[in-house]
Structures are given as structure tokens and as C-alpha cells.
């Protein structure tokens, strides 16, 4: 091999281990950062009905169940050795389960802000979202996942694997949604329950609606999601590539059945089937909420 090219080659080797180096160095610097959290503490319904409006957020809206499993018993949802391991803890008292441990400053620092009682962010725990939450929605959840009967599970932690570290600095997977918080706002006040605008505004903010289909819902690739999942559709009132045609009618009926007005089917990577279970009042608000923001083309996310 002549001089020169040996030259080239460490040199690039170099370079690539010092990349290597500097992934895991600044990724691991996030991963660990510590979090001082001032929490608001919060109040814990016990009543029946309390108990019951957390099943529902917890289930329907909020979808807790969709990754910590039906139990709340927790569920290994990623397992990938270049991408890394993502478990849902067991919420329940069971063995392993964290009620065993909580406080109730724990609970909120966790759902609201996305941090663990360890001060380190949670991955993939999408804080983001139910940080807008309000105090009595937030409570009854708490309330909810009290009443569960224990699961004994034995989970491993999640991991970041190198594929992981590399798309977290690139951006492209919300692994940390603690850094997407502001930690010092004050929680928002929920506006009244019912068929209206701004209360559907509050349930496509904190029901997941904008993680995967933007802030501005016009749809696209959906950050973090598996290579085979389609993009998420446009649901701004836009005529030719959104939802504007569609009735309140057409809405309820795609979220409860999976089909849209024209008869074809959306992807189940769409939780329809969780979301199919709100009630009509709350998905009539989702529509109407959907229709005042501004029509956009799809992808613009
Ligand atoms: C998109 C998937 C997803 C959804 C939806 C979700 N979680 Fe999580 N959650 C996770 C993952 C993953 C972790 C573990 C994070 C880690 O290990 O760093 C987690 C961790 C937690 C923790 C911290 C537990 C611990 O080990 O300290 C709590 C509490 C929690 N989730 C509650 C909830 C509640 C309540 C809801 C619904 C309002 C919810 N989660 C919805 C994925 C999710
Ligand atoms: C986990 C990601 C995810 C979440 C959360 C999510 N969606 Fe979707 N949604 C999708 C994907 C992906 C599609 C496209 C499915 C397809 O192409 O078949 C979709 C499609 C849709 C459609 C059909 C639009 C069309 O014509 O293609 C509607 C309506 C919709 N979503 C509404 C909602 C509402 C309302 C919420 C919040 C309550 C929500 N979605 C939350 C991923 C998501």
C-alpha cells in the first residue's frame, strides 16, 4: 500500500472514531441531564366518578394503554439492537410496578414533565403532550391508575442504542420529550367540558393528535415512527388533500369504524380504535376544533 494511502486511511479512521466519540459523548450528556423540577402539587380525587373519567382518559383519550399495555402492567414496545429498547414501566403496585415507589410529586413530575423521582428524562414518555393537562384531568388519571389491580412484571430498563443516539441528534426521534417543556409554566386551566372548539382544541393537544400529525396537523412522516408506517394523513380543513369535505358525520364514524367516507380503510398505526372509544360528544368537539385551524396542503406537518 503506497505511503499516501495509509495516510488517507488513519486519517479517516480517526475521524470516525472521533465521531463515534462525539455521538455517544453529546448524546449521553442529554440522556443523563439532570432536571431540577419545581412541582405544583396536585389533588387526588377518590370518588368513583373520578376513578372512572381516568380509565377513559387513560384508555381512550390520553392513551396511556396503547403503550404501557391494557393493565397499565407495562410493555416492551422497541427492541432493537441498533435502536435500543423502549419499555413502558408497570404503573401498577405489583412487583416492579412504580406505585410501589411513587410519591405523588413523583406521578406529576413524571406525566407532566417527562422527568423520573431521579431527576433524568424519561424516553419516549410523551410528557410533551400531557403537560398541558389540566389539574383535574391529571388527578383523575392519578385516581385511575390507584384503583388498578396489580401486575407483577419483570421488565428490563430502556436503552438507547447507537442507531437511537444518532437519530436523536439528528432530530429525528423525539427521545426526550423533557427538553420540548417549558418546566416553569404554570399548568393550564382546562377549558369546560363539552361540544365546542376550544374544549376539542385541549383534547387534540393532549390526545396525541399533534405528536404524530404536527403542530399545524397537515400530516407527513411521523418522527420516530417504524420505517413501514405511513405518513400521517392532513386532517386541516383543506379541501383537495385535508378533511374539508367531510361532515362531523364522516369524522365519528372513520374514528369508530376505521374507514373513511370514500370506504377505504385507515392504517391502524392511526389509533382509531383507541380514539373510537371517546364519546361523541368529545369527538365532536376533536371536529370542530379540527375546523378552525387554518387549511393547510399536506406534509407541511
Ligand atoms: C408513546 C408511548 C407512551 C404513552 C402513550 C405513555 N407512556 Fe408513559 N412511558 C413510556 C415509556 C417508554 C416510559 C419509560 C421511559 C424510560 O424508561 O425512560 C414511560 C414511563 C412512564 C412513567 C415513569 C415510570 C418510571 O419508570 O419511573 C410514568 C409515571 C408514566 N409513563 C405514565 C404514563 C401515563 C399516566 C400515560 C398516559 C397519560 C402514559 N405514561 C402514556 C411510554 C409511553
Ligand atoms: C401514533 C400516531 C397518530 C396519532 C397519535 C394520531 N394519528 Fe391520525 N393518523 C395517523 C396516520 C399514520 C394516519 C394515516 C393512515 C393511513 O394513511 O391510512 C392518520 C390518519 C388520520 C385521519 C384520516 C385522514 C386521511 O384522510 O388520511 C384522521 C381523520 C385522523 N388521523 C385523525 C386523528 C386525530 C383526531 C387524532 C388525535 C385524537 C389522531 N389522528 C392521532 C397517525 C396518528
Known amino acids: 500500500m503506497p505511503q499516501w494511502l495509509r495516510w488517507i486511511l488513519s486519517f479517516a479512521a480517526i475521524m470516525l472514531v472521533a465521531l463515534v466519540a462525539g455521538i455517544f459523548l453529546v448524546s449521553s450528556w442529554r440522556i443523563n441531564r439532570d432536571y431540577a ?14 376513578i372512572d373519567r381516568g380509565r377513559y382518559l387513560a384508555d381512550a383519550v390520553n392513551k396511556c394503554t396503547e403503550c404501557h399495555g391494557k393493565q397499565l402492567g407495562g410493555e416492551i414496545f422497541i427492541d432493537d439492537p441498533a435502536l435500543g429498547r423502549l419499555v413502558a414501566s408497570n404503573l401498577t403496585a405489583g412487583e416492579g410496578g412504580v406505585a ?44 385511575y391508575v390507584k384503583s388498578l389491580p396489580p401486575v407483577d412484571s419483570d421488565l428490563p430498563d430502556s436503552r438507547v442504542g447507537p442507531l437511537g443516539r444518532l437519530l436523536l441528534l439528528a432530530g429525528r426521534l423525539p427521545l426526550l420529550p423533557a427538553e420540548l417543556i417549558d418546566h ?19 383534547l387534540v393537544r393532549t390526545g396525541g393528535c399533534t405528536g404524530c400529525h404536527g403542530d399545524h396537523l397537515s ?5 420516530g415512527a417504524p420505517p413501514d408506517a405511513p405518513p400521517a394523513g392532513n386532517i386541516t380543513p383543506d379541501e383537495d388533500s385535508g378533511i374539508g369535505s367531510w361532515s362531523q358525520d364522516d369524522f365519528i364514524q372513520a374514528m369508530r369504524t376505521g374507514k373513511r367516507p370514500d370506504g ?9 380504535k383507541a380514539n373510537g372509544r371517546m364519546t361523541d360528544e368529545d369527538l365532536s368537539a376533536i371536529y370542530l376544533a379540527l375546523r378552525e385551524v387554518e387549511p393547510r396542503e399536506a406534509g407541511g406537518r
Open 219 to 223: 400530516g407527513g412522516p411521523i418522527p
Open 184 to 202: 416553569d409554566a404554570k399548568p393550564l386551566q382546562a377549558p369546560p367540558r363539552g361540544a365546542t372548539a376550544d374544549y376539542g382544541d385541549y
Open 37 to 50: 423540577i419545581t412541582i405544583d402539587p396536585i389533588r387526588v380525587p377518590e370518588s368513583q366518578e373520578a
Open 264 to 272: 377505504s380503510s385507515i392504517d391502524p398505526f392511526m389509533p382509531w
Open 100 to 143: 410501589r415507589r411513587y410519591t405523588r410529586d413523583d406521578w406529576v413530575r413524571s406525566i407532566r414533565h417527562g422527568v423520573g423521582p431521579d431527576g433524568k428524562p424519561l424516553l419516549f414518555m410523551p410528557a410533551q403532550e400531557y403537560n398541558s393537562l389540566s389539574d383535574a384531568d391529571l388527578g383523575a388519571l392519578l385516581a
